[in-house]
């Protein structure tokens, strides 16, 4: 229909982002990994102190979460509840 359902500025660097099998919207946004639900709810999913994040999240066929800073290369294991 061509109508903006939502929108979410930063003054951050995005360095990617992806969608996850949920529908989910995972992005590197300065130095943090947040995720988008599909109603355009954003919440931080983790926070790199001290560093920004140069590439998009990558989800691994074991369910955890590959990014890389400009210092480090992280995975992270994602909780479920």
Same mark, same amino acid.
């Given at each position: 229909s061509g109508l903006c359902l939502w929108e979410y500025q930063t003054d951050n +660097? =995005? #360095?990617? #982002?992806?969608?996850? #099998?949920e529908n989910q919207l995972l992005m590197s946004d300065g130095s943090e990994l947040g995720v988008f639900e599909a109603n355009?709810?954003?919440?931080? @999913?983790?926070k790199f102190k001290d560093e920004? @994040?140069?590439t998009p +999240?990558? @989800?691994?066929s074991r369910g955890e979460l590959v990014v890389a800073t400009d210092k480090k290369l992280y995975c @992270? #294991? =994602?909780r479920r509840n």
């Open positions: +660097p =995005i #360095a990617g #982002a992806v969608v996850t #099998a355009g709810h954003y919440r931080t @999913l983790y920004s @994040l140069q +999240p990558t @989800l691994t @992270l #294991a =994602i």
